[in-house]
């Protein structure tokens, strides 16, 4: 009954902007290996390096989606930054869960739980900037 999922990168993820789209793969890699530790039954300190380790990557990712959001004036900056910052904040409650010993379904749910937050917003507000750079042509295509 353990749920196996795995989030696999397909183009139709792409934001049309590499460096981001690398990001982007890099913190599903992160969610996936969060998952096998929740689902390996690998420890609570394997568990928690692993939402460590995915909560740093959104730090960072994040910080850098802001800095190209003031380069391209993108105007809906501000209600994009207010998304991250609750999906940050929701990151740190899941790890607060890890804190005490939670039975199996607790922790598959937590490991849902990330990857909602975190696709979610790549399907949804991501995507918005995809298509105003599309139109834009800030950057679109280009590497770093
Ligand atoms: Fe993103
Ligand atoms: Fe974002």
């Not at 989030?7 to 996936?32: G, K, T, Y």
Request: aromatic letters at 8%; charged letters at 25%.
């Amino acid at each position: 009954m353990t749920p196996i999922w795995r989030l696999d990168w397909d183009e139709s993820l792409s934001v049309c902007i590499p460096e981001i789209d690398a990001e982007h793969r890099h913190f599903m890699q992160l969610i996936n290996e969060l998952n096998e530790a929740i689902v390996g039954r690998m420890g609570m300190a394997q568990i928690k390096s692993c939402m460590q380790a995915v909560i740093y990557d959104a730090e960072a990712h994040f910080a850098h989606e802001e800095a190209l959001f003031r380069e391209w004036d993108y105007p809906e900056t501000e209600q994009h930054m207010s998304r991250h910052a609750e999906i940050i904040q929701a990151l740190h409650e899941i790890m607060g869960r890890f804190e005490h010993d939670g039975l199996e379904y607790e922790l598959i749910e937590a490991g849902l739980a990330v990857k909602a937050a975190l696709i979610e917003h790549l399907l949804t507000e991501d995507m918005k900037y995809r298509d105003y750079c599309l139109v834009s042509g800030n950057r679109c295509g280009t590497d770093a």
